[in-house]
């Protein structure tokens, strides 16, 4: 009992970077349920009902997103927005996180008045709105650092955290809105938004749909992130691998031939372990498909995925690998230090990011 609590502990301590964060994914309960509780008030849902959905019951992959229906319910109107991106960065910096790269689906609303753009505006404003910790969310040698974020708390004392934003395409979206997606993301490049993913819910839409629009991504130098084999679709899963982004998610149902050519590409892999065992796209932890991936030296990162809906942590997934498959603080924290060469962001964060670790890593290891 006292070594599992120190070596959470050592967990919490250890310097992360998390890479495969979606943000409606990512909110705490208690903000979900004061949500709905205000929805409920005003008679827009029924409290109780929405009650027990929030506070866990199964999670399987069609629960996910029958839950997303319903944050996005609850979150989408632009002060929501802001307070949840907000919260969501003051939790990942409360474990040390010191890179985050938050995704999320740009959203247009016309009930609200909310388009793709002002739903970004609201998300970067809770960055600007945190005050726990100093969101870092410039390269120093752009533009905009000249007005860093700080000034804002003006304590340079304050722990630090960089942050990074990634446009999410949802599956179900057109090629059209997608293009838009791609469109905003280099409108706002330097707003810290550095990449593109494609995610949402893997038995819905086509790749064809959405190719045009991340091999637009492509052309314009976008980063591109994409999720894998979250189910068994055979044309998908090899379309993604000859499509060749710089990151995958998931990767769950590959076959033999699949799982050659994916080790065989080294495309960095966003491992997400407790969301991957909850929704069936691994049998168990022990059998979860880490292990062959990190015996084989390919490339990865212990990501998260929704925090909040699979009541996790970054810190925990550390945990997680520990206990399971028994790897000791060293690999540990070499398997943190490994996820600064899978970031989006420049080579001068990089740098700062590598200095970070080496400095930290004599005292933690
Ligand atoms: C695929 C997922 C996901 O974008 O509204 N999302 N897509 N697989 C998953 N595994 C469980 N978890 C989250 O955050 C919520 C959205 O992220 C995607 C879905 O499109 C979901 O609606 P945002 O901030």
Redesign the pocket.
């Known amino acids: 009992m006292e070594a599992e609590k120190e070596m959470r502990e050592w967990c919490v301590a250890l310097p992360k970077v998390e890479l495969h964060a979606?943000?409606?994914?990512s909110v705490r309960d208690s903000t979900l349920l004061e949500l709905a509780k205000q929805l409920g008030d005003k008679g827009d849902i029924v409290f109780e009902d929405v009650k027990d959905v929030i506070m866990k019951n199964g999670r399987s992959?069609p629960e996910?997103?029958r839950l997303?229906e319903l944050?996005?319910i609850l979150?989408t109107d632009h002060d929501t927005v802001t307070r949840i991106t907000k919260e969501v960065v003051e939790d990942f910096a409360m474990e040390n996180v010191v890179y985050l790269e938050i995704?999320?689906?740009p959203?247009n609303n016309e009930a609200k008045g909310m388009t793709k753009r002002s739903y970004m505006n609201a998300v970067i404003k809770g960055l600007k709105t945190v005050e726990a910790v100093e969101v870092v969310l410039f390269d120093s040698n752009s533009r905009a650092d000249k007005t860093p974020m700080s000034e804002l708390g003006g304590d340079t004392r304050k722990m630090k955290i960089y942050v990074r934003l990634l446009l999410?395409i949802?599956?179900r979206e057109t090629t059209l809105a997608a293009l838009d997606t791609v469109n905003l993301a280099m409108e706002m490049k330097d707003q810290g938004v550095i990449g593109i993913d494609l995610?949402?819910?893997?038995v819905v839409g086509e790749w064809e749909t959405y190719l045009p629009a991340l091999e637009h991504a492509k052309e314009l130098g976008i980063p591109i992130t994409i999720?894998c084999g979250?189910v068994a679709n055979r044309n998908e899963i090899r379309a993604v691998l000859d499509f060749c982004p710089q990151r995958l998610?998931?990767v769950c149902c590959l076959n033999d031939e699949e799982w050659k050519k994916l080790k065989s590409l080294m495309i960095p892999v966003e491992i997400?372990l407790t969301?991957n065992v909850m929704?069936g796209g691994a049998p168990s932890l022990e059998l979860h498909h880490f292990a062959d991936l990190y015996n084989a030296k390919h490339p990865l990162s212990l990501c998260t995925?929704?925090s909040g809906?699979?009541s996790t942590s970054l810190s925990n997934e550390y945990y997680l690998v520990a206990s399971t498959f028994g790897l000791s603080k060293a690999e540990l924290f070499q398997l943190a230090q490994d996820a600064v060469e899978f970031v989006f962001a420049g080579d001068e964060l990089k740098r700062s990011l590598r200095e970070l670790f080496e400095r930290v890593g004599k005292e933690l290891t």
């Open positions: 979606h943000l409606n994914g992959l996910c997103f997303f944050y996005h979150t995704r999320t689906t959203k999410s949802d599956r995610s949402g819910n893997p999720h979250e998610g998931h997400c969301s929704t995925d929704d809906l699979f």
